[in-house]
């Protein structure tokens, strides 16, 4: 019996076929589109990406209560605070959709009226950013700052500065 070149000592026979129903020509379409698409496996969920980005939001809030006028630093901060409130309102849809599907809607509806703030702000806050309104971003910020207000940083920030070229990002979105 040669296991290297592939003899199994099956002595002529073909290798049984656990799938056979399908036809060799199921099977090599089946190969192809194995071939063109990947398998996507997303690590972290809804969830955990919602605490990321709240967290995010309350270390750029206090990072722009800390800005005495408005510079290029100041504007990405605020940009960043609007394009993350509506990724935590994009979270909270991909959360709630499991739910629906196994019929708790009274459990999905709360959790999106607990959130629906995200959106609001979110793109109040990215209205005032494009028109540089910095009275509106200030009272959005507050109005952010407490809503979040339970959310606790870690001791040592591991986020580093999301908010760099977040005023660019929303520039581009804002002109598609």
């Known amino acids: 019996m040669n296991v290297e070149n592939g003899d199994c000592g099956t002595s002529g026979l073909h290798r049984l076929d656990l799938h056979t129903s399908r036809t060799e020509s199921q099977r090599a379409r089946n190969r192809s589109r194995e071939a063109d698409l ?37 504007r990405d901060l605020a ?19 499991p739910w629906e599907k196994r019929g708790y809607w009274l459990k999905a509806d709360r959790f999106r009226l607990e959130w629906a703030w995200a959106r609001r702000l979110g793109e109040e806050m990215r209205e005032a950013v494009i028109s540089e309104d910095w009275a509106t971003i200030a009272g959005t910020a507050a109005q952010v700052a407490e809503k979040l207000d339970h959310v606790r940083l870690p001791k040592r920030n591991a986020l580093g500065t999301p908010w760099e070229g977040a005023w660019e990002q929303l520039k581009k979105r804002a002109e598609s």
């Open 38 to 74: 990947g398998r996507v496996i997303k690590i972290e969920g809804a969830g955990k990406e919602r605490k990321r980005l709240t967290r995010a939001v309350v270390l750029a809030i206090r990072e722009l209560t800390q800005q005495t006028e408005p510079d290029s630093k100041t």
């Open 79 to 97: 940009a960043f605070i609007a394009l993350a409130l509506l990724a935590i309102d994009e979270t909270v849809d991909e959360s709630v959709t």
